[in-house]
């Protein structure tokens, strides 16, 4: 059973493009979370989902920032319009369930240039 | 307020030694999961050990073990016989179901 996969590992864009990072949870797994890391501090909550739901998004910024889970394929969290205060790490972690331990994914680092 | 504090954020023992990382947190919520988490240089997030609330008995893995205090919302990592690799970023978190809410960190050094 493979881990939780993202991908890009690393991603540079310019200010004002979109940034799209991709989450594949782990097999059998429906509920999705996605994290922001940056340098030296720990992780903030931005996002759940199940499986076509947003559960609480109450992490995410209002605007520029979205997130979804389809019923086929992986989640995406979608970042309009960069700016260099969204560099970051950015984490997914997927459970099979609402209050069991989640698995996290490598992460991705967004440079924003 | 949902918060979880960490308050040593740096750590060191020597190789072969026990230490005690501590977490204290804060919630409303009856029915929860704790955790631990280890971040090494890799970034990876990789779980240690859980505890689940309605528990009382503290959750033990290996040379990891916890010491839940459910009434005074504590949660302390106690690791025996420290190994070089266990010196990464070690971080506390609950799950009230919607969420996990996760401390500042504790940097753990092993000193061999």
């Known amino acids: 059973n493979a881990g939780v996969m993202q991908n890009p590992r690393h991603l540079v864009r310019r200010r004002g493009q979109e940034a799209r990072l991709r989450c594949s949870p782990m097999?059998?797994?429906?509920?999705v979370y996605w994290y922001r890391q940056l340098p030296e501090e720990g992780l903030k909550f931005m996002v759940y989902?199940?499986?076509?739901?947003?559960?609480?998004e109450s992490g995410m910024p209002k605007e520029r920032f979205s997130a979804e889970f389809p019923k086929e394929g992986p989640s995406i969290l979608r970042i309009q319009q960069v700016v260099r205060g969204d560099s970051a790490a950015y984490f997914c972690?997927?459970?099979?369930?609402?209050?069991?331990?989640?698995?996290f994914g490598q992460g991705t680092r967004l440079t924003v240039v | 307020a949902q918060t979880v504090t960490q308050s040593q954020p740096e750590m060191s023992v020597q190789e072969a030694e026990t230490v005690t990382l501590s977490c204290t947190y804060d919630?409303?919520?009856?029915?929860?999961?704790l955790f631990w988490y280890k971040q090494p240089p890799s970034r990876q997030m990789i779980l240690v050990i859980r505890?689940?609330?309605?528990?009382?008995q503290n959750a033990t893995e290996n040379r990891f073990s916890v010491n839940f205090q459910k009434a005074a919302k504590s949660f302390s990592l106690k690791i025996s016989d420290s190994q070089l690799g266990d010196a990464a970023m070690y971080f506390c978190?609950?799950?009230?179901?919607?969420?996990?809410?996760f401390g500042t960190g504790t940097s753990l050094t092993v000193i061999p």
């Open positions: 972690a997927s459970s099979p369930h609402k209050y069991t331990e989640a698995f």
């Open positions: 097999k059998g797994h429906s509920h």
């Open positions: 989902l199940q499986k076509e739901n947003i559960i609480d």
């Open positions: 919630t409303s919520e009856s029915d929860y999961y």
């Open positions: 505890q689940e609330a309605y528990k009382q």
């Open positions: 978190a609950y799950n009230t179901g919607n969420q996990f809410y």
